[in-house]
Structure formats: structure tokens, C-alpha cells
């Protein structure tokens, strides 16, 4: 599945690229964070080619989003975080 991300960044399929980055985050793994990456990098591709406020809003507040949060702990790195934060999932 990574090695069909990568081709589709390269092929700059960015809504592909989130569909498949969203599969390989949630089955975790060391492939996880450069999906996650993959992912802000498409969100940031869309938001920038978008003329609608809203979805380039969108696009790029998730972008955003993406690329302050540390997956591997759930942490996000922000100066108002004094204590690092992880998830525990059920």
C-alpha cells in the first residue's frame, strides 16, 4: 500500500493520496508517519489549488493540524501543551 501512496504523490493524486494515507495510519506500523506526512502535504496541495474560501480553509487548517500532531504518542506540539498527551484507544 506504500509503495501506491508514494506513486500517487509522485502522480500528485492528492484526494488519493489522502484516501490511502487515512488506511495506512489506522493500521499503525512504521509506514504510519510518512503516510501521515504524505497526507499534510496533500491536504496543503489541495488547499493551495482551491478558490473556494471554505475548502481552502479546510484543506490547510487540516494540514496544519496534521503536521503538529505526533502520531506515534497522539501528542500535538503546541506552546500551550505543558504536559504531552496520549491516547489510549478501546
Known amino acids: 500500500m506504500m509503495s501506491d501512496l ?7 493524486n492528492w484526494q488519493w493520496v ?5 488506511r495506512i495510519v489506522v493500521l499503525g506500523g512504521s509506514n504510519a508517519i510518512e503516510a501521515q ?5 496533500a ?5 493551495e489549488a482551491q478558490v473556494n474560501p471554505p475548502a481552502r480553509n479546510y484543506y490547510l487548517s487540516s494540514s496544519n493540524e496534521l503536521e503538529k500532531t505526533d502520531i506515534s504518542c497522539g501528542r500535538r506540539d503546541s506552546p500551550h501543551d ?7 484507544s478501546f
Request: a positive charge.
Open 82 to 88: 505543558r504536559v504531552p498527551r496520549c491516547t489510549v
Open 37 to 41: 506526512r504524505l497526507k499534510a502535504k
Open 6 to 12: 508514494r506513486k500517487s504523490a509522485e502522480q500528485q
Open 43 to 47: 491536504l496543503r496541495e489541495l488547499g
Open 18 to 22: 489522502c484516501q490511502l494515507s487515512d
